[in-house]
């Protein structure tokens, strides 16, 4: 009986010292090789491989005590892949808290409002935070990863800041950006004022990316807006130079000249009727809302004057007085 209970004791007194000592490492700080210290947990590494991967990374512990820590507190089962990021100063405990709650780094890309879906692409493969997938796609293919049903990618994705998990797949943020502006321009088309001269959602997306496009200062939007509506309703050519820009392609050398006006194409809207074919760029919220609440405006004509304001006017005669007065130069005008 005696031999019993000192065996028992003994057992106490060896778990207690264990758990003591066990206590000891994951409270205690741990030296960092550098500062941020980032490392990546891959997919379906158990425990193990992490204590492995984040000593390779740098953190200075023995890879098997974190092991026995995450084995003792019930938490092996449950590490997270992802990238994540130390400090200094940081524990194992600590350590262990975040690969098993998926506290991974997070990163972020700005998608910009009047961007083609070319320069997007080159946002996203220049984002060193991003894994490429998308890389060698054409853009049908990226659209059908993505779930995508249209064909054409231009005007499909929300302009906002996304925040991402270091080493998320690019196509995962291109997906999130294709669906916010499916939600948004649902809402909008809903709510819709019910005179706005489309037949569905995508027209308006159409018009919400010329508006985007000819909007020099936010204050001047919504007679931007007004000014495309009123001279869609009417059957006017709309007259946009940045859709004629957009059908010229990398053709375009930064100089719009009367003859790229008088070829037709199916972007040239000074020879073509009605909307272009597709969007020209990524129009945000506020053109989103205009296009489809377009203020009450006897405006048909603007110009530019040159400080990114532009003059609105009702009549052509109103209008050629601007362009004299503001454009001299100017071969076109709206």
Not at 43 to 57: D, K, Q, T
Request: charged share 25%; proline share 5%.
């Amino acid at each position: 009986m005696r031999f019993t209970i000192r065996l028992i004791s003994f057992a106490i007194l060896v778990v207690a010292g264990f758990a003591g000592w066990l206590a000891w490492f994951a409270f205690s700080p741990v030296s960092l090789g550098k500062t941020p210290l980032e490392f990546e947990i891959r997919p379906g590494v158990g425990l193990r491989g992490a204590a492995n991967e984040i000593a390779s990374a740098g953190v200075e512990f023995q890879s098997w005590k974190f092991t026995w820590l995450g084995r003792f507190t019930g938490k092996a089962g449950e590490v997270k892949a992802g990238s994540y990021e130390l400090a200094q100063g940081v524990t194992p405990w600590e350590i262990l808290s975040r690969i098993t709650r998926g506290d991974v780094s997070q990163a972020e890309i700005v998608f910009v409002e009047g961007k083609t879906f070319r320069e997007l692409r080159a946002v996203l493969d220049a984002n060193s935070n991003l894994r490429h997938d998308s890389r060698g796609l054409t853009d049908v293919e990226v659209l059908a990863r993505i779930g995508a049903t249209e064909s054409h990618p231009e005007g499909l994705f929300f302009p906002d800041t996304y925040l991402f998990a270091k080493r998320s797949s690019d196509l995962d943020v291109l997906r999130r950006a294709y669906q916010a502006m499916r939600r948004r321009l649902s809402i909008e088309w809903e709510n819709r004022d019910m005179s706005v001269p489309y037949g569905d959602p995508y027209q308006a997306l159409i018009m919400a990316s010329i508006v985007e496009k000819e909007t020099g200062r936010p204050e001047d939007r919504p007679f931007v807006a007004s000014v495309f509506t009123n001279r869609l309703r009417r059957g006017m050519l709309l007259q946009t130079d940045p859709s004629v820009i957009y059908g010229l392609g990398e053709a375009f050398d930064g100089n719009l000249r009367k003859r790229d006006l008088l070829t037709d194409g199916e972007y040239n809207t000074y020879t073509r009727p009605g909307l272009p074919p597709t969007p020209i760029s990524m129009p945000g919220q506020a053109s989103l809302h205009l296009v489809l609440h377009p203020p009450q405006s006897d405006k048909l004509y603007f110009v530019a004057r040159g400080d990114g304001t532009s003059v609105f006017s009702r009549t052509l005669e109103e209008h050629n007085r601007a362009v004299a007065q503001h454009q001299k130069k100017n071969t076109g005008g709206n």
